[in-house]
């Protein structure tokens, strides 16, 4: 199983991005699939999660400002991040039966 994370760039407070996280295999279908992010200095920070059935979780945190969804045709898992803070900036991690992405980093300016 591989994932592969991007989507991550330069977006001002306020604004919006959609990550993505590309998943190997035909696991996709079957399991949970989890966003992490890990700020500088901090621990990894659970995010949201999605089950097969497509029931949803969110951390407080991100409640009402991020939407996780899944396209198991495309293998995919998206995180769609609106009204983003300085807070948010960090490296976001997608992870899924004991593997984790590699990353792709938010940097929120102020």
């Known amino acids: 199983v591989q994932l592969q994370a991007s989507g991550g760039g330069l977006v001002q407070t306020g604004g919006s991005l959609r990550l993505s996280c590309t998943v190997s295999?035909?696991?996709?279908?079957?399991?949970?699939l989890v966003w992490y992010r890990q700020a500088p200095g901090k621990l990894r920070e659970f995010l949201a999660d999605?089950?097969?059935?497509?029931?949803?979780n969110y951390a407080d945190s991100v409640q009402g400002r991020f939407t996780i969804s899944r396209d198991n045709a495309k293998n995919t898992v998206y995180l769609q991040m609106n009204s983003l803070k300085p807070e948010d900036t960090a490296v976001y991690y997608c992870?899924?039966?004991?593997?984790w992405g590699q990353g792709t980093l938010v940097t929120v300016s102020s």
């Open positions: 999605i089950t097969r059935s497509g029931s949803t």
């Open positions: 992870f899924t039966s004991g593997r």
């Open positions: 295999g035909s696991i996709i279908s079957t399991n949970t």
